[in-house]
């Protein structure tokens, strides 16, 4: 009976472990660093002076408090963690309006992860964001910097509420958006039967938001592209979370606003309030999501129903760091839930046939 069992096991085996292996942390920082400069590359390019100190003052910040933390703490300095500090002075830096006061944004940033590292633990250690938590600790102290909705309820009804952005003046179209326009509908777009109004390339090139995460949405989409098809980043979770608060907007929103059923605007929720780059960057941080597929699952329904409550229909300049500091609260919920299941499946599976073969050995 015992060796019917082995065999019947031996057959199931497979390289699954091996396949698993994946890029070192090393390798994924540095090519997201590399992406991440990007961001700021066409802030330097686009003149945004006010965005680049306040980046500056963020990064210093960052990268101060990991050498502290490192010095004083730990006292172990290794490759990666420059860069992970690095990565987090950046995500802080691009999340911040180009009104804040640089010296506010330094102090804030560097007490807020030190303290935060000391008390919680550092990068996957850590069950929350720390880039989240220091962008909503600096909206707590000054809401006021942070842009306002540049719509009313009433334009928000309309089926193409990003459009009236781009009317009144919100979103200054760049000098080759009628050119790209036409390009696009007399070749792409005409094959499907449809045709885009001038100003939705320069909403999906620079819709001129000051915060610079929200801004470059071509850029965002390229390095997401990047980041999955090498692996980098999980595209569950992500997938997920777009799927579910899109739905939500398309087909929920209208009924909430008394807009036209069927018809929430998408391309608004999508490139108004950073949501593209925080899903790609901040969504699944290292140590805040849960592990196993259903895990997974379950942490992508709970936040794309969460953003619709919190982010809104769009034009959100918070929403989504509040989305993600909830969700690193719900997160060790499920992980426990993960916990109780798959000691249930250990229990159930692999001591009983422990227990076959101390039976075996003992006769």
Not at 202 to 226: E, K, Q, Y
């Amino acid at each position: 009976m015992l060796n019917f069992e082995l065999n019947k096991s031996c057959k199931k085996i497979t390289i699954n472990p091996f396949t698993f292996a994946s890029w070192s942390l090393d390798t994924v920082s540095t090519v997201t660093i590399v992406l991440l400069m990007v961001q700021v590359l066409m802030l330097s390019v686009t003149k945004s002076t006010g965005s680049l100190i306040v980046l500056v003052g963020a990064l210093a910040a960052s990268v101060l408090s990991e050498i502290i933390h490192r010095t004083l703490l730990v006292r172990d300095m290794h490759f990666h963690s420059w860069r992970i500090s690095i990565i987090q002075g950046l995500l802080t830096g691009l999340l911040l309006p180009s009104t804040y006061n640089p010296l506010a944004v330094f102090l804030v940033v560097f007490f807020a992860m030190t303290i935060f590292r000391w008390a919680f633990g550092e990068f996957a250690e850590s069950w929350a964001n720390i880039v989240a938590v220091c962008v909503v600790a600096l909206y707590l102290i000054n809401s006021s910097c942070f842009p306002p909705s540049a719509l009313s309820s009433s334009d928000l009804q309309s089926r193409n509420a990003a459009l009236i952005l781009i009317q009144n003046g919100t979103i200054t179209p760049i000098s080759a958006d009628s050119a790209v326009t036409d390009f696009l509908n007399r070749t792409i777009f005409k094959l499907v039967g449809i045709s885009i109004p001038e100003g939705y390339v320069s909403l999906l090139w620079d819709n001129g938001s000051s915060i610079p995460a929200f801004r470059f949405n071509v850029v965002t989409l390229i390095s997401s592209l990047v980041l999955i098809s090498l692996d980098f980043v999980d595209i569950l979770i992500p997938a997920i979370f777009l799927f579910v608060y899109t739905i939500l907007i398309r087909f929920v929103s209208p009924i909430i606003l008394g807009g036209i059923p069927m018809q929430g605007d998408i391309i608004l929720a999508l490139l108004t309030s950073g949501t593209l780059f925080s899903t790609l960057y901040i969504l699944q941080w290292y140590g805040t999501t849960p592990i196993n597929l259903w895990g997974k699952i379950i942490y992508g329904i709970t936040a794309g129903i969460l953003g619709f409550i919190i982010i809104g229909f769009g034009l959100s300049s918070v929403g989504y760091v509040f989305t993600v500091i909830l969700m690193n609260l719900i997160s060790p919920c499920i992980q426990v839930i993960e916990d109780k299941r798959k000691f249930a499946s250990i229990r159930k599976k692999v001591i009983p046939r422990l227990k076959i073969m101390k039976e075996y050995e003992d006769a």
